[in-house]
């Protein structure tokens, strides 16, 4: 039982961990819109990036962490929306350079 509570423990650490990241993506990714749609200066290219390598790292760790048992329920929901997150700051990267290009 105790082993049971350990495990729902830990994968609401990493749920939570997971989710954190995620928060951090979006909040770029809303200002990176901003800045894109208003003209004004984007989040630097470290936050950015710093963000996107750190959420990267956070998946690995999890895939690593499980190995070949299953990954929770909640984690892997954590993983997709993180996942979706990264792609959402990655695709509003690109209108935001292409955007800038284009005014030129």
């Not at 729902?8 to 749609?37: C, F, M, P, Q």
């Not at 998946?59 to 499980?66: G, K, N």
């Amino acid at each position: 039982m105790h082993s049971l509570i350990d495990h729902r423990s830990d994968s609401a650490k990493e749920w939570l961990h997971i989710g954190s990241h995620e928060a951090e993506l979006n909040r770029i990714e809303t200002a990176l819109v901003g800045a894109t749609k208003c003209g004004s200066e984007p989040p630097s290219s470290s936050r950015i990036f710093g963000a996107l390598i750190d959420a990267s790292i956070v998946c690995a760790e999890v895939l690593d962490v499980y190995g070949d048992r299953p990954i929770p329920l909640r984690v892997r929901i954590g993983l997709s929306r993180l996942h979706c997150a990264n792609t959402d700051l990655v695709a509003s990267l690109k209108t935001y350079a292409a955007l800038s290009l284009k005014g030129r």
